[in-house]
């Protein structure tokens, strides 16, 4: 199929179903066959199945094997994500983009958001190379990652409730397996059976959420329930839609680890395998803030009225707490669990501002700063969270710990990793040289545009105890003296992977010579692309 | 999806919001049936228990009395724990059961995949074909669970 492809490119797709339908390409695209914009999802898919074949027929635990094939798979469908977004821009009229009767939306923000999954699950199998895990298993694990990620590709293009809670259920499985995945310790079993329960729990609130939205619309589709709500505007002040809002907020905010609901987080994250844990620390919460996009800025745009506070409320909380418990915390992923916590509230600050539009323009959201903001928030925060844990990854390697005290004078037993683990915290504190402050800036300007003074006001004190607690790991590790003075010589492809990191983070602000621009200018152009439709054109209204 | 099917959605969409508006008292008032299901259901189960009371004679003794009344003597609680297998044997057993499931409803629209518009053989290529494969791709990823199972000895009790 991947040959075929390549050899004929899409043209030969294109006359095939011009020759077999004498309609034009824009009515054909909505039918149910649209399957090669499918591409990306069906590659991931397909060595997910082709990992557990060959771990049926040769079970070779220790080998290379496995991972390599899980990146070459994932690589494949990274180029794909770019391949379709190269065929919908050419054959499509892009403001069609349902697809299987509304269920799925290929859009840019879609695409863009795969991508950034995509990466993710990259930097989780590679560090996973050299983790110790079941031996038994091994196999299965990588195939777990993958199925995870179709789920999280599908999430990110669901515009159907039904579609939507499917694939954010298909997520939560594979990740309570993986993380439970040293089934042999009890410390993993807890966190598992600990997200297993609250996950169970949250799942059943969301679709409560879901079902009395459907009651009262009549569908599942987001685009028809936008129109649907337009058309009836007087009564988007019903209470009704306070306990769907809440139910909802109640589900999908166990899912992002926002603050009244983060409590599986941390105990998830401390029994986790490590390179498990930089795992859905990012990828399921990209997928997450792609449903809340998709469901508040469209389904739900008509009642920011009632979601906008709750948002509000839940991102004080999340900033708040987030903050004031990482504090104390002595365990790297404990730490970073509740920093993640922290730092949603930052993005849904974001949302906060993007939700508040006047409603006449159903484009002003996605053009609003707001908006922007939070996606370009996003992508910084999978690139700096998954850096800290590229070095946690590494110093679990050498000193066989998590601990606080393991990073005792970091700086002179290894300084590349503690120099790349300086950048990325001081990234996640949004510190000006590195790229954080571009993250922290654009939503914080966002919020001051729409005058939401509680947040910024809060945002701007809960960063200031950030600052402290991220400089508290870097004094440990740059200025107290090490315990064990040996030495860390990370392998080869340890040192590979900080490299991206790092350039990422570091030197954000440096204008490249001769192309022009800075990476920080370049991800939040790319982010500022990344929006979706909102005018139901396919359905009609 | 073809122009009609468009329009019906469309309809359904508008007279929806309209519906809402207009018969909002009506939209709460037909779960009424479901309410009358719910105490036909109740009045089955109670008359069911009093018919047998009333009509059969009683003669309990301590046999007839016991769990299973023509089987093994029940031996202790039935709050033990027992072997995580079985739940494996429930989940292999869910495999087909799902399977199942999916294969009615697809078969019958199958049988009468009609679309408007075009012509037998447009519809076999367009439509047919790939609705098959999806099936024989399920029916493919089911199977290869089943096989999995059994190659990792899951099967076998030990």
């Known amino acids: 199929m991947i040959l075929l492809y390549a050899a004929f490119g899409d043209s030969l797709v ?6 077999y339908i004498h309609q034009p390409l824009e009515n054909f695209a909505n039918n149910y066959t649209a399957y090669f914009l499918l591409l990306p999802e069906s590659i991931v898919l397909g060595t997910a199945v082709l990992l557990l074949v060959l771990d049926l027929i040769k079970p070779n635990r220790d080998s290379l094997k496995a991972p390599v094939v899980a990146i070459v798979g994932t690589l494949i469908s990274l180029s794909m994500v770019y391949y379709t977004q190269y065929l919908t821009s050419r054959y499509f009229n892009p403001a069609l983009g349902q697809y299987w009767g509304g269920l799925e939306t290929i859009d840019p923000f879609s695409l863009f958001l795969k991508s950034i999954a995509f990466l993710g699950v990259i930097f989780a199998i590679l560090m996973s190379i050299k983790t110790r895990l079941p ?103 019903n209470p009704i839609f306070v306990l769907a809002i809440g139910m909802f907020m109640v589900g999908i905010g166990f899912k992002l680890a926002i603050a009244p609901f983060h409590t599986w987080a941390p105990d998830a994250f401390e029994g986790a395998p490590l390179p498990v844990a930089a795992f859905i620390a990012v990828t399921p919460k990209i997928a997450v803030v792609a449903v809340f996009l998709r469901v508040f800025l469209l389904g739900l745009a008509n009642v920011a009225v009632i979601w906008v506070p709750m948002m509000i409320g839940c991102a004080i909380l999340s900033m708040v707490i987030g903050n004031l418990f990482a504090i104390r915390q002595n365990n790297i992923k404990r730490f970073l669990a509740y920093s993640g916590v922290a730092q949603m509230g930052f993005v849904l600050m974001g949302l906060c501002a993007a939700g508040v539009q006047s409603q006449s323009d159903p484009n002003a959201a996605i053009k609003s700063l707001g908006y922007n903001a939070m996606l370009n928030y996003m992508v910084i925060y999978a690139i700096m969270t998954l850096g800290a844990f590229l070095i946690a990854n590494v110093v679990k390697f050498h000193t066989g710990s998590e601990d606080f005290r393991a990073y005792r004078g970091l700086f002179q037993r290894a300084p590349a990793s503690a120099l790349t683990m300086m950048v990325c915290l001081l990234s996640l504190a949004g510190i000006p040289p590195t790229l954080g402050f571009s993250a922290k800036f654009f939503v914080f300007a966002a919020a001051i545009a729409k005058e939401m003074w509680l947040l910024v006001i809060v945002g701007a004190l ?50 490249f010579p001769f192309v022009g621009g800075t990476i920080a200018k370049w991800i939040y152009d790319y982010a500022a692309g990344a929006y979706f439709l909102t005018i139901n054109v396919y359905f009609g209204s | 999806m073809d122009e009609t099917a468009a329009n019906a959605i469309n309809q359904t969409s508008q007279t929806g919001a309209n519906w809402i508006v207009n018969n909002y008292g009506s939209y709460y008032a037909a779960y009424g049936i479901v309410l009358w299901f719910i105490f036909g259901a109740i009045a ?42 079985y739940y494996f044997f429930a989940l292999l057993f869910l495999i087909f059961d799902a399977e199942v499931v999916f294969f009615y409803p697809w078969a019958t629209v199958f049988h009468d995949l009609k679309t408007p518009h075009l012509s037998e053989f447009q519809t076999i290529i367009t439509l047919g074909f790939p609705i098959f494969g999806e099936m024989l791709v399920f029916l493919f990823l089911l199977l290869l669970g089943w096989v999995y199972a059994w190659r990792k000895g899951y099967l076998t009790w030990d």
């Open chain 1, 462 to 511: 809960m960063s200031v105890i950030a600052v402290f607690y991220y400089l508290r790991w870097i004094w440990v590790m740059f200025l107290v003296e090490p315990e064990d003075s040996t030495l860390i010589l990370p392998s080869r492809l340890h040192r590979l992977s900080m490299i991206l990191p790092i350039w990422l983070l570091a030197f954000a602000y440096v204008p």
């Open chain 1, 135 to 237: 031996r038994k298993h091994t196999g299965e694990y990588y195939s777990l990652l993958l199925f995870a990620t179709v789920a999280m590709t599908f999430v990110v293009s669901s515009s159907d409730v039904l579609a939507i809670w499917i694939m954010t259920e298909f997520v939560s499985l594979t990740s309570y397996i993986i993380v439970a995945f040293n089934k042999h310790e009890p410390r993993s079993v807890e966190g598992g059976l600990k997200y297993l329960l609250l996950g169970a729990i949250s799942s059943a609130f969301m679709l409560y959420g879901f079902s009395i939205l459907y009651g009262y619309t009549g569908t599942t589709n987001l685009y028809v329930m936008k129109t649907i709500l337009i058309q009836s505007a007087e009564q988007v002040t």
């Open chain 1, 14 to 19: 294109m006359t095939m179903y011009r020759a």
């Open chain 2, 44 to 85: 089955v189960g109670l008359i069911a228990i009093f018919l047998a009371k009333w009509l059969a004679p009683s003669d309990p003794y301590p046999a007839k009395r016991s769990t299973y009344e023509c089987s093994e003597p029940p031996v202790g609680s039935a709050w033990v724990k027992f072997n995580i297998r």
